[in-house]
């Protein structure tokens, strides 16, 4: 907790009374990806984004807060600014916060409501607080049980009072209660309000404006209704909407969702109710997600592990943000925040009034009904040669090193992945790129290595590991191909592996792998690997036609360094028109897609070997379990391996 005082220059724009200096009582912490210390936020050379033209909002919450979101938690209410990752506590002590809209003169209003977990009593409020210091400065009691959201439409506030099934209206700024309806029941669970005019894509309600969606949690299957407030009817059902969705964000004529059900953020179009949403970004490990908005047509959203009511209260409980790019389709940032509680709400009130359900244009304002031009985004195959890389969809914020050369080879997007998980969920052929190539390297070295007694059975018992519990899986894909491990993960790419085999051949394969990774200016590329392996195909081998699968494959860029090969055999990579091949030669390193099907067929008289690299932009310095020469373990699929 620290005292300081108050800049003129935000005493300049707070309005009549406050221009004389105010000492006030903020905590701010800046955290790293472990939760402590500073984090350095930097972008990537190929992430950095021009700074927007400042506009003065209507609602100017802080000018410190320019580009910050407010986060209404379990534990308290706080700032998260997205440049530099300092979080600062606006106000604690009030049980649950939810709901954020914006009041007069850069203050803000937040539902107060008791904790989930065994309550000490049953009132709810709307506190109204000052966005700078924190300063309460009056509360309305509000007739609600569990509400879930509050949004503001002009001279309206809406609440869901999700414990009544009702939608209680209430007049700006007075905060008296103008009419509430019933159109749910308790158990449907309304969690989410967005007052918008009419139905996007449908031009006879176009000229309404009392029509509210909301989303309907039902503990399970959600659905999305639109409901006539005139009459409490409900106007429209989207059904297929994910399942314990949360959040609804329109954007250019499309709602934008959390799929929390199945950890998807996920594009819902009104236009087409039967069809299915498209998911944009999925958490591998299926967390629970909460709280979004959409500002520059980025998605800033909230992940949570799953827990009881009592540990979503604690104040031990951390909970991720994110950013999305909705254009470019790619994970942009994930950071872990010490919200002392789960994280409700994710909004930006000082930029717009109804930013919790309306896109937002710009940081400076102007909340758009999708009337707005949109971006020309080129996402051919060429594109991607000057595309920006995305960042690990399953770890807190790490960026590729700012001191990446100016040249750097071009990556495959991990969110090209999810496109092909999706694309598979869908019966439909990836469009994206499958290969981009990197650079060539030297391997007479390694290939000198290489042995036959490298891939003897008895040779490699008694100088590496060895790996069970995928033979099957080996036999059906892949037979007649051999492996030899050097460092490998579980399913999930979290624990590392390192085998023996790796102190027989680092002296030759080191230095390649620090040249290849090195071109992406990572300092320490030995932190960045996941799993390094031989793959050696026997004439007339047959690597069936497959897909990698696991959180792995989401959260690693697959790279391919041919170290033998021949002319009589073929890489294929499957397309809409049929199977394509993939020219590859010695020493030519390129990335593949790996969830995209693909195959490999050896024709000729002689071996293919290539070494496989997959590796995390996320650093893991000292993560490797070191295994014994000898040792057997087990690959045991979602848990670590079980090693004798």
Not at 6 to 26: C, F, N, S, T, Y
Not at 176 to 197: G, I, S
Not at 339 to 355: C, D, F, I, R, Y
Not at 441 to 449: C, F, G, H, N, P
Request: aromatic share 8%; hydrophobic share 40%.
């Amino acid at each position: 907790m620290s005292s300081y005082m108050l800049p003129a220059k935000l005493d300049a724009w707070r309005g009549p009374g406050h221009m004389q200096p105010v000492e006030v009582h903020i905590s701010r912490t800046v955290m790293n990806a472990e939760g402590t210390g500073e984090l350095e936020l930097r972008p990537a050379r190929s992430l950095q984004k021009p700074p927007p033209r400042r506009v003065a909002a209507s609602n100017p919450v802080a000018i410190e807060h320019r580009r910050a979101l407010l986060l209404c938690t379990h534990g308290q209410l706080m700032w998260l600014d997205t440049q530099t990752g300092e979080v600062t506590t606006l106000h604690t002590g009030r049980g649950v916060y939810y709901g954020a809209f914006p009041g007069e003169a850069g203050t803000v209003w937040v539902v107060s409501r008791p904790h989930n977990w065994r309550p000490v009593d049953t009132v709810e409020a709307l506190l109204h607080i000052d966005g700078t210091t924190g300063e309460l400065l009056e509360e309305k009691q509000i007739p609600t049980r569990f509400t879930h959201d509050a949004v503001r439409s002009g001279d309206h506030v809406y609440l869901a009072d999700t414990g009544n099934g009702r939608i209680v209206v209430l007049a700006y700024p007075s905060m008296d209660v103008v009419k509430h309806l019933q159109p749910f029941t308790a158990r449907q669970h309304v969690n989410t309000l967005a007052v918008l005019a009419g139905v996007p894509g449908g031009d006879d309600l176009q000229d309404k404006s009392t029509h509210v969606w909301a989303v309907l949690h039902n503990l399970g299957k959600s659905l999305l209704v639109q409901v006539d407030m005139d009459t409490g009817k409900w106007q429209r059902e989207l059904t297929e909407v994910g399942y314990k969705t949360h959040g609804c964000v329109f954007w250019r004529n499309k709602m934008v969702m959390l799929n929390s059900g199945e950890g998807e953020l996920i594009l819902v179009d009104p236009s087409t109710p039967d069809a299915p949403p498209v998911v944009l970004w999925r958490d591998p490990d299926q967390t629970f997600m909460k709280g979004l908005t959409v500002l520059e047509d980025v998605a800033y959203f909230g992940i949570s592990q799953f827990g009881t009511r009592a540990i979503r209260d604690s104040p031990d409980k951390t909970s991720d943000v994110a950013a999305f790019d909705l254009l470019e389709r790619k994970l942009l940032w994930r950071r872990t925040v010490e919200t002392k509680g789960l994280l409700n709400v994710v909004s930006a009130p000082q930029v717009s009034e109804g930013s919790t359900f309306l896109a937002v244009d710009s940081w400076g304002g102007s909340a758009s009904r999708g009337a707005a031009k949109k971006k020309e985004v080129d996402r051919s195959e060429t594109a991607y040669a000057d595309a920006q890389g995305p960042l690990d969809s399953g770890e807190p914020l790490h960026k590729l090193s700012a001191s990446a050369p100016p040249l750097a080879p071009p990556l495959i997007p991990l969110a090209e992945k999810q496109e092909a998980y999706q694309n598979r969920r869908e019966h439909k052929d990836s469009t994206g790129p499958f290969k981009v190539e990197i650079t060539t390297v030297d391997v007479s070295a390694i290939q000198a290595m290489l042995t036959e007694e490298v891939w003897d059975p008895t040779w490699q018992k008694l100088h590496n590991a060895a790996l069970t519990g995928r033979e099957s899986n080996l036999k059906h894909f892949k037979p007649g191909v051999a492996t030899a491990h050097l460092f490998f993960s579980d399913r999930f790419g979290e624990t590392l592996y390192e085998f023996p085999l790796w102190e027989h051949f680092e002296p030759t394969v080191k230095p390649v792998i620090d040249a290849i990774l090195g071109m992406y200016g990572l300092a320490n590329p030995h932190d960045h690997i996941v799993r390094l392996q031989f793959a050696r195909m026997l004439p007339n081998a047959h690597i069936k036609p497959h897909f990698d699968s696991g959180p792995w494959v989401m959260r690693t860029h697959r790279v391919h360094i041919p170290i033998i090969v021949n002319r009589q055999y073929r890489f294929q990579v499957h397309r809409a028109d049929g199977w394509a091949n993939i020219e590859t030669e010695e020493g030519g390193v390129f990335e593949i897609n790996n969830a995209i099907m693909h195959q490999v067929t050896n024709e000729g008289p002689n071996e293919r070997v290539h070494l496989l690299l997959d590796w995390s932009e996320t650093a893991r310095p000292n993560a490797f379990t070191k295994l014994r020469a000898g040792q057997e373990c087990r690959y045991a699929g979602n848990a670590a391996f079980e090693c004798a």
